[in-house]
């Protein structure tokens, strides 16, 4: 059973970092491409990161690119997604996902705001 599980969310001031983590199980991690995506409040969610299955290729949305950087840790079965530069358009609950596979974890949520 896949299980993904978002944590390292939280309120922080505009231009701030957090990064998040997404804890893999239930599938081999090493052979899968990750993403990452958010969904604002009354938006649909949107795609904004993706890892390959070794870390040696990343893809951004426009919006991220430059403050954005996901990474992945296979042997702890973990990605994730280091966030700098931090502005109040970034607030959103930010999930996981395997490319491969149509489940989700239940998000972490993400505030900028002073």
């Known amino acids: 059973q896949v299980r993904l599980v978002e944590s390292g969310g939280g309120l922080v001031q505009p231009g701030g970092s957090l990064r998040l983590s997404c804890a893999a199980s239930?599938?081999?991690?090493?052979?899968?491409?990750m993403s990452w995506y958010r969904q604002a409040p009354g938006k649909e969610r949107e795609w904004v990161a993706r890892i390959s299955t070794t870390g040696g290729v990343t893809n951004y949305a426009d919006s991220v690119k430059g403050r954005f950087t996901i990474s992945r840790d296979n042997a702890k079965n973990t990605v994730y997604l280091q966030m700098n530069s931090l502005k109040p358009e970034d607030t959103a609950v930010y999930y996981c996902k395997a490319v491969q596979f149509g489940s989700w974890g239940q998000g972490t949520q993400v505030t900028v705001s002073s």
């Open positions: 239930g599938f081999t991690l090493s052979s899968s491409f």
